[in-house]
């Protein structure tokens, strides 16, 4: 039971323009929830977070966007650079629950110069 | 550099063997998680510790265990190994239980 899915395996997009990452969700126990990035042969390293109180946090040019009752966050890299090119895991975590974080599959974004 | 250091970094091994993988966290972050990614897959969430004790399950098998001994370092322990054991183990640390997660660069297991 996949309980937080990640629908598009790969990415295409030109660099200057706007990526946009999406994650669903089935568990409304789920209250907080980050993007990871990872490069190959690498750890993944935290981009961005955000709790089920905000619908959206912004870092520099990583937005992370909330939707609770579509069940449903987006990341928009804007604009997007060939360095943004990697992996792109969303996880979910429950406050209340065991505190353990369900990750996705993954999205591949590669940027094209 | 994360700050999470991982041994080794690559391990061959054949099946039925038992291996040992060791995490150290980053200072001063108590909880420590171990991840499995197979080959295309996502990270499967295996175990947490946080400041020694077991704080979180998720799929680990039974041939599988983990620890965290009191200078918080971490190993797992995979044993009777099966050729889809093959993977990549990560390991990461957070200060508490519900902070970003700091990964380490991971342990490549090949079981032939």
């Known amino acids: 039971d996949q309980q937080v899915k990640q629908n598009s395996p790969s990415l295409s997009v030109q660099e200057g323009r706007i990526s946009i990452l999406n994650c669903d969700y089935t568990?409304?126990?789920?209250?907080?929830f980050l993007w990871y990035k990872k490069y190959p042969a690498e750890g993944p390293t935290f981009l961005i977070s955000?709790?089920?109180?905000?619908d959206k946090n912004e870092d520099g040019r990583f937005t992370v966007f909330l939707n609770k009752s579509a069940k449903h966050l987006s990341l928009h890299i804007v604009p997007s650079q060939p360095g943004d090119s990697a992996v792109y895991f969303c996880?979910?975590?429950?406050?209340?629950?065991?505190?353990?974080?369900?990750f996705g599959t993954g999205t591949r974004l590669k940027v094209l110069a | 550099d994360s700050g999470v250091t991982q041994t080794p970094k690559h391990l061959i091994t054949a099946t039925g063997q038992r291996v040992t993988l060791r995490c150290s966290p980053r200072?001063?972050?108590?909880?420590v998680y171990w991840y499995q990614q197979s080959l295309d897959q996502g990270l499967q969430f295996l175990i947490q510790?946080?400041?020694?004790?077991?704080?979180a399950k998720g799929n680990i098998l039974e041939r599988f265990s983990a620890q965290q001994f009191p200078d918080l370092h971490s190993e797992l322990n995979l044993s009777s190994l099966e050729l889809g054991d093959s993977a990549l183990y990560f390991c990461?640390?957070?200060?508490?239980?519900?902070?970003?997660?700091?990964f380490g660069p991971g342990t490549r297991l090949t079981v032939l």
């Open positions: 990461a640390s957070s200060v508490g239980s519900l902070n970003e997660q700091f």
């Open positions: 568990n409304s126990m789920f209250d907080y």
């Open positions: 955000i709790s089920s109180i905000k």
């Open positions: 996880a979910a975590s429950a406050s209340s629950g065991t505190y353990k974080y369900i």
């Open positions: 200072s001063g972050d108590l909880s």
């Open positions: 510790y946080y400041n020694g004790e077991e704080r």
